[in-house]
């Protein structure tokens, strides 16, 4: 059969068949050969072809790994687990976003902890001047969902309040080029801090604050799919927020 996802992923980057064949050192006819009849090519040429189209090998082949070694690659993703976001090092937030060169995606109900830091608001007008997207999520303040939240932390509608200070904070950025800010009606099991393929995971447990609850460091691997997971759920909840006028 022929790999169909092969051949979109090269349309959609605007990648010709000669091109990716040069630029991974092996005959056109070889790439033909992967698109039209499906062939799985050796590894490392699935490596190569992942990294230069930047997307999962273990989208592009589904069946080439086994479940084992996509487990292995997706564990070696996992680069820290801190016990509580609190105990998060300031200046870990603060790598996250500077060494970002394409994307910052920040998805959480307020995260008031990061609007109501000075510094990491001027790093991402920075980033954005710089050519970065820059995406911010927050919890529509007059959703059942962020009620919900609030009932669940014990903080009722201060939830709700949180986010509004936090879109008063983030009022400098609202509107430069480059900075998308977005209210989105989602149950949240997760927060999600991004900067390109590295990720903050700050999970939800029910009755604790988001402050006292488990973080994962993530970075992604090739062929792992744990980033995958989180960032394609980021998508799916930007692709149904609502826009933030400036």
Known sequence: MANERLRAALLE??????ELATAIQVDPKTVERWITKGR??????????????????SYLWPEALTREQVASASESEIVTVYPHRWAVPRDAWGRLFAQAQNEIGILVY???????????????????????????LLG???????A???????????????IRNAL?????????????????????????????????????????PAGN????????VLGGDMVTTYTESFERVWEQATPVGS
């Not at 800010?181 to 903050?200: A, E, F, K, M, P």
């Not at 609850?213 to 992604?220: E, F, I, N, S, T």
């Open 110 to 136: 307020s995260g008031l902890f990061l609007a109501d830091d000075a510094g990491i608001v001027r790093m991402l007008a920075e980033k954005a001047a710089a050519g970065v997207r820059v995406r911010i």
């Open 140 to 146: 529509d303040p007059d959703s059942p969902q962020v």
């Open 40 to 57: 799985a090519p050796y590894r490392k040429h699935r490596y190569a072809v992942a990294t230069h189209l930047g997307m999962d090998e």
């Open 148 to 162: 919900q939240r609030g009932a669940d932390e014990g903080v009722d509608d201060g939830m709700a309040a949180r």
């Open 213 to 220: 609850a488990p973080v994962l460091h993530l970075r992604k």
């Open 13 to 18: 980057r605007g990648v010709s068949i000669a």
């Open 168 to 208: 008063v904070l983030y009022r400098p950025i609202r509107g430069l080029a480059g900075v998308e800010i977005r209210l989105h009606s989602t149950v949240l099991y997760n927060s999600i801090y991004r900067g390109d393929d590295q990720l903050l995971v700050n999970t939800h447990v029910y009755g604790v």
